[in-house]
């Protein structure tokens, strides 16, 4: 069973607020990820991290930034929110290890007004 | 680069139909792992299988089994007996062998399961 959380669940706010949305594991995963969403639609990678002090961006530009400062944390900041930030933001981590299967928070429905 | 396509965007069925998810990769990588998920509409995706590229084995766990076929670069998901509770957005991905950076998804499959 994967243990991996993601806070809050949902989130409404105003545009050019300051948001994090916080994404946090315990099973020691090296390896995790901020995936886009939008209901239904394809995940779009838009940052991942090999481990602490490792960040990266993905394929998707995003105006969001990430930091990993220990294994379990991984949060994703948006210094000014706009409507186009509205999406749902889905985490999730990987071991290393022969499969690389990854492990999904319940993810984060931001909503930006 | 890689590639997963799944060219079905939507289905539906009528509960107790079978029905089958195409997924239609691409890759240069010789070594690579293939993945289901199921998004269901609360949101979370749910792991359903991992096949590495080496294992061409079918297989079937209760009402869902996969086909595995390098020669067509197909993983393909059939859910036999559907129920209305396999309803929900179904994901095909790729993973190369390497550290994780191209872990690939498809666009998804929307299965609609009505009584």
């Known amino acids: 069973e994967a243990d991996i959380y993601q806070t809050p669940r949902y989130l409404v706010i105003g545009t050019g607020k300051k948001i994090t949305l916080e994404c946090s594991q315990t099973m020691g995963h090296d390896k995790m990820y901020w995936y886009q969403q939008d209901p239904g639609m394809e995940l779009h990678l838009i940052h991942y991290s090999y481990g602490v002090n490792s960040t990266e961006k993905g394929d998707l530009s995003s105006e969001s930034t990430v930091s990993r400062i220990r294994t379990e944390h991984f949060p994703l900041t948006l210094e000014s929110a706009r409507p186009s930030h509205t999406s749902q933001y889905l985490c999730?981590?990987?071991?290393?290890?022969?499969?690389?299967?990854?492990?999904f928070g319940p993810g984060t429905r931001l909503t930006v007004t | 680069a890689q590639k997963v396509t799944q060219a079905q965007t939507e289905i539906s069925v009528v509960e107790k139909e079978d029905v089958t998810l195409d997924c239609v990769y691409e890759t240069r990588d010789t070594t690579y792992y293939l993945f289901w998920y199921k998004q269901p509409p609360s949101g979370e995706l749910v792991f359903l299988i991992r096949?590495?590229?080496?294992?061409?084995q079918n297989e079937i766990s209760g009402r869902y089994s996969w086909n595995f076929q390098k020669s067509t670069s197909s993983f393909n998901f059939t859910i036999t007996a559907s129920q209305v509770v396999d309803s929900a957005v179904y994901f095909c991905a790729l993973s190369d062998a390497d550290y994780g950076q191209n872990f690939v998804f498809g666009p998804g499959t929307r299965l609609s399961v009505l009584p």
């Open positions: 096949r590495n590229s080496f294992d061409e």
């Open positions: 999730a981590s990987s071991d290393p290890g022969e499969t690389d299967e990854q492990y």
